[in-house]
């Protein structure tokens, strides 16, 4: 079609397939570039494990939105200063704008000592491990009988439940910064986990804190209901192990001994008002307690070797934004690129919102393409661009064969899923890399 826009959308999860959609409904032609083979980023490999349901009705949404005629998708397309193409390489090619939807890819740190020990890991890499989404796939875990996990969301019950449910280990202890009236996990999520909570170590834990809640007027009754509503529709225990929460703590080292993880150092927290928000202090108290893995859920941050400038962890945004939506700014910093989903604002909300701020985010490219002419770019010279790279491109018609074939196995094996490890593994079951 000619005097048609062209955007390109780098990364395939919610907001990048909502973002192409949303723009595709408005007239524009859309260039998807995916790192991953499969579309669907943290919808395929971020959902805990039986999820099966919800996995495949957004699956279902996917197919539908990829099956448009204006989108163009291109996997196995990593971008970035090591990628296959920078953020400049694509701009170069004359797209009329760039959505960027790669999320967070980055992992947030807190430079503690012992990070680096066998045993210590970050959330998001082993929920992508237990999701087959290589390279993570291919990594090897240590799990041992006593885990820690820091952190007090919905990654942290997902992590717990694959712990005990899936490595058999027999005792999970969530360390939390603050106290249990402030813990941002959800009740749907808790009663999956609630049935293994230790109650009497729980009693204990509430009434340790006690003083340090009524200090800053939090009541320690409520915080305490908060944790336990999830009860009456808790999930049946279906292994020997406990739950427990280590409440007003922080993490203050990780110890061991050749290399590998044996226990956690924590340092006891107060709490302090200030300005109408609570915050944690360290009192200077700290204790230690056996550990032989140690799983880090506190967020993520974006590739600061993605192309764009980042600060605090996002890429920095426009603060004054010439095509805001709901009063957000979804421009960087960069004339003609935007940013949504988790590229926007790291580790925030679940898929459904990606979704309406990856819609929001091409609303603004809406905006933003009504001020100017149609650049004249055309898909060919984007295929013929992409075809130089001399490697196996993934179309649409390969998404279909591979999920043919993935879905046959699950069916010889009597799974309800099942998924290739390796990349390699999945081009060949798309006839794109031949057998050795």
Do not use: C
């Not at 749907?188 to 006690?210: N, Q, S, T």
């Not at 929460?245 to 993880?261: H, I, Q, R, V």
Request: glycine content about 10%; cysteine-free; overall charge negative.
């Amino acid at each position: 079609m000619e005097n048609q826009y062209y955007v390109a959308v780098i990364g395939a999860g919610p907001a990048g397939l909502f973002g192409a959609r949303e723009l595709t409904s408005q007239g524009a032609r859309v260039a998807l570039f995916n790192r991953d083979i499969k579309a669907g980023g943290l919808a395929e490999y971020g959902i805990y494990l039986e999820k099966h349901t919800m996995k495949e009705g957004l699956r279902k949404q996917f197919r539908q939105t990829l099956a448009q005629p204006n989108i163009d998708y291109y996997g196995n397309i990593s971008v970035g200063e090591n990628g296959d193409f920078t953020l400049d390489d694509i701009r170069a090619l004359g797209f009329d704008a760039v959505l960027i939807t790669v999320g967070a890819q980055g992992t947030k740190w807190l430079g503690l000592p012992g990070e680096d020990l066998e045993g210590v890991y970050h959330a998001k890499d082993m929920v992508y491990g237990y999701n087959h989404l290589p390279p993570y796939s291919q990594r090897k875990f240590r799990f041992g009988k006593r885990a820690a996990i820091v952190g007090a969301g919905n990654v942290m019950i997902d992590i717990a439940r694959y712990l005990i449910n899936h490595q058999n280990v027999e005792e999970v202890t969530a360390i939390v910064r603050r106290g249990p009236a402030e813990v941002n996990f959800t009740k749907d999520e808790m009663k999956h986990l609630v049935a293994y909570l230790d109650l009497e170590a729980f009693d204990k834990e509430i009434e340790r804190i006690r003083p340090m809640l009524e200090a800053v007027g939090q009541d320690a009754a409520a915080g305490k209901q908060k944790v336990l509503e999830a009860l009456p529709k808790a999930d049946p225990k279906t292994r020997n192990a406990t739950f427990k929460f280590d409440f007003l703590s922080s993490p203050s080292a990780m110890l061991g001994e050749n290399g590998l993880l044996t226990q956690i150092e924590v340092e006891e927290n107060i709490l302090v008002e200030r300005n109408g928000k609570t915050s944690a202090k360290g009192a200077g108290v700290k204790r230690a307690f056996d550990a032989e893995t140690v799983v880090f859920a506190i967020g993520d941050q974006v590739d600061a070797n993605f192309g764009l400038p980042v600060e605090w962890g996002e890429f920095k945004k426009n603060d004054a934004p010439k095509f805001p939506i709901e009063d957000t700014s979804y421009e960087s910093t960069v004339e003609g690129v935007f940013v949504g989903g988790w590229s926007r604002k790291a580790s925030e909300g679940l898929v459904g919102y990606a979704r309406r701020d990856g819609i929001n985010a091409a609303k603004a490219v809406e905006a933003y393409l009504k001020t100017k002419s149609v650049g004249g770019l055309s898909p060919d010279a984007v295929a013929a661009k992409i075809k130089s790279l001399q490697k196996p491109i993934v179309y649409k018609e390969d998404i279909k064969r591979l999920e043919a074939a993935e879905a046959e196995e699950a069916k010889k094996r009597g799974l309800d899923e099942w998924k290739y490890d390796t990349n390699e593994e999945m081009l060949q079951a798309m006839g794109l890399l031949e057998t050795a």
